[in-house]
């Protein structure tokens, strides 16, 4: 089984390639963003506790978010891989989520970044913005965003470097550029397992 993790700061496009990887790929697309909202939407007791959260203004804490992975693995345990996209986000999560998939007799197999300068990121994320009327987006909060998602993220980037699985990839270009790369770089990594 294949299990990567895609990281990206706001606006790199993170989302849109992790979808086309799955595609790609044969693999699951996990994104805990969606699952929250889906969770949330059905009303189930997962949903209750999330949406109770979500309207207190927190972050779901890190055992929620395992608790939701966790059954998330246990549903899909038929896949080829997973393509996971927003977890983990803290080293609390990693090491978890290494503990979790040891216990089927699986790791992660290689963690991909998109790399992207913030100039262009908050270009990017000022025109999301006012074509989605989101006018709480302003270049300051995009800017603080920015610096959260480094600071959450430097901890887990230094994780998966010692462990020798973490690769960047430049994401700027085309949609369909950036795939290719990222798609290659995969490809790669997989030709080294064998």
Known sequence: MFN???????????????????????WKHVSTGDILRSEVAQGTPLGLKVKAVMEAGHL????????????VFV?????KGFVLDGFPRTL????????????SGQKVTLVLALKV???????????????????????????NRL??????????????KEQKLFREVYGVGSIEEIFNTLSSTILEHQSIQK
């Open 117 to 143: 300068d913030e100039h262009e990121l908050v270009g990017r994320l000022l025109t999301r913005a006012l074509d989605q009327g989101r006018k709480d987006d302003t270049e300051e909060v995009i800017k």
């Open 4 to 26: 990567l993790i895609l990281f990206g700061p706001p606006g790199a496009g993170k989302g849109t390639q992790a979808v086309k990887i799955a595609e790609k790929f044969g």
């Open 92 to 103: 609390k999560q990693a090491r978890e989520l290494d503990v979790m998939l040891s216990k």
């Open 60 to 71: 779901v804490s890190d055992e929620l978010l395992i608790e939701i992975m966790e059954s």
């Open 75 to 79: 549903k899909n345990s038929d896949v």
């Open 147 to 160: 610096v959260q998602y480094h600071n959450h993220t430097k901890p887990l980037i230094d994780y998966y």
